[in-house]
């Protein structure tokens, strides 16, 4: 009886530690990542034809990241090749804007290269066109 009820005790244990173990591992990922990119496409949802993305860069603060450099490639990943790259061009407080005429529907790729004084930061986002 003594047995079987420490050993109910020792398993809640081991099950708290691991909850408290991925609650804690996922909490220090959303704090420590030093960039985060909001997109806006107009039109929305973004389309076959012209398309203007506004990223909205935030730092690990949530304060509008100014003056950074921000480069955008983008990749038809359907295809083989089929990439353009440019820079995108600040607005005002932490917003950035690109045009990109897309010719093609399907998946696309969204890589974001961020660079400000010693900060270097890249996030790839999935678009998907229609
Ligand atoms: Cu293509």
New binding site residues.
């Given amino acids: 009886m003594r047995k079987w009820f420490l050993l109910v005790v020792f398993f809640a244990g081991f099950v708290f530690l691991l909850a408290a173990c991925s609650g804690n591992s996922a909490e220090s990922q959303t704090t420590s990542k030093p960039v985060n990119i909001r997109v806006e496409s107009n039109p929305d949802p973004a389309e076959v034809g012209d398309v203007t993305f506004t990223l909205f860069l935030t730092d690990e603060k949530s304060k509008p990241l100014e003056g950074a450099q921000v480069e955008v490639v983008l990749d ?1 990943t ?2 083989m090749g ?1 990439t353009m790259s440019g820079s995108a061009s600040e607005q005002s407080g932490g917003k950035y804007a690109i045009q990109a005429n897309l010719s ?1 529907s399907g998946n696309w790729k969204m890589t974001v290269s961020v660079k400000k004084d010693g900060l270097e930061y890249k996030e790839d986002i999935t678009l998907t066109i229609r």
């Fill in positions: 038809h359907d295809m089929m093609m």
